[in-house]
């Protein structure tokens, strides 16, 4: 049995979870979400638990098993309090800014970098050298943050460009100033 697939998933007050078929939807106060399962997944809300069950031990249903339990998770997490990823921008010179819906960023580049917000993606601006991403969908908060980071990946000589706040960046040594001949 998945040890995670079994586990139900508490649905917190605030939040409505429906199931039609194989379509999960999870309403909260920060939005909706809608996913469509695996049809052979067995969803069910008992009271304010859901509740995933597969059908057979094959290797495709275990695999499912878990997997449909944390998405299902994810969603519920999302609609009640929501998701939010925070880049850190190091570097001299290196900093971004807020403008209307558009992130704009100096990154070493002989021009500014601009990203759009996208539908569902909120960017916050707190400081120069720090990016905040929300949103309510897991899998798009990460895939935004992911899209930013790629914009200048940090370096492991110096450390310059945009890291996840969390990141360790593993740091290499200079040239080795050997004697000369």
Same mark, same amino acid.
């Given at each position: 049995?998945?040890?995670?697939?079994?586990?139900?998933?508490?649905?917190?007050? /605030?939040?409505?979870?429906?199931?039609?078929?194989?379509?999960?939807?999870?309403?909260?106060?920060?939005?909706?979400?809608?996913?469509?399962?695996?049809?052979?997944?067995?969803?069910?809300?008992? /009271?304010?638990?859901?509740?995933?069950?597969?059908?057979?031990?094959?290797?495709?249903?275990?695999?499912?098993?878990?997997?449909?339990?944390?998405?299902?998770?994810?969603?519920?997490?999302?609609?009640?309090?929501?998701?939010?990823?925070?880049?850190?921008?190091?570097?001299?010179?290196?900093?971004?800014?807020?403008?209307?819906?558009?992130?704009?960023?100096?990154?070493?580049?002989?021009?500014?970098?601009?990203?759009?917000?996208?539908?569902?993606?909120?960017?916050?601006?707190?400081?120069?050298?720090?990016?905040?991403?929300? /949103?309510?969908?897991?899998?798009?908060?990460?895939?935004?943050?992911?899209?930013?980071?790629?914009?200048?990946?940090?370096?492991?000589?110096?450390?310059?460009?945009?890291?996840?706040?969390?990141?360790?960046?593993?740091?290499?040594?200079?040239?080795?100033?050997?004697?000369?001949?």
């Amino acid at each position: 049995m998945s040890r995670i697939g079994r586990m139900p998933v508490a649905i917190p007050a /605030g939040v409505t979870v429906a199931v039609d078929g194989s379509k999960v939807t999870a309403k909260g106060p920060k939005g909706e979400l809608t996913q469509v399962m695996h049809p052979d997944m067995i969803v069910s809300v008992e /009271g304010n638990m859901v509740h995933v069950a597969r059908p057979s031990d094959d290797k495709l249903h275990r695999s499912l098993h878990g997997l449909t339990r944390s998405l299902i998770h994810n969603m519920v997490v999302g609609v009640s309090e929501g998701y939010k990823k925070e880049l850190e921008i190091n570097g001299v010179g290196y900093r971004a800014a807020k403008a209307g819906n558009q992130l704009q960023m100096n990154l070493g580049y002989s021009h500014p970098v601009n990203v759009d917000e996208i539908p569902g993606i909120t960017i916050e601006v707190p400081a120069p050298n720090k990016i905040i991403i929300h /949103g309510i969908d897991k899998q798009k908060v990460g895939q935004f943050a992911a899209e930013v980071r790629e914009k200048r990946p940090p370096e492991p000589y110096k450390g310059k460009g945009i890291k996840y706040a969390d990141e360790v960046i593993r740091r290499k040594e200079g040239k080795a100033g050997g004697k000369k001949k």
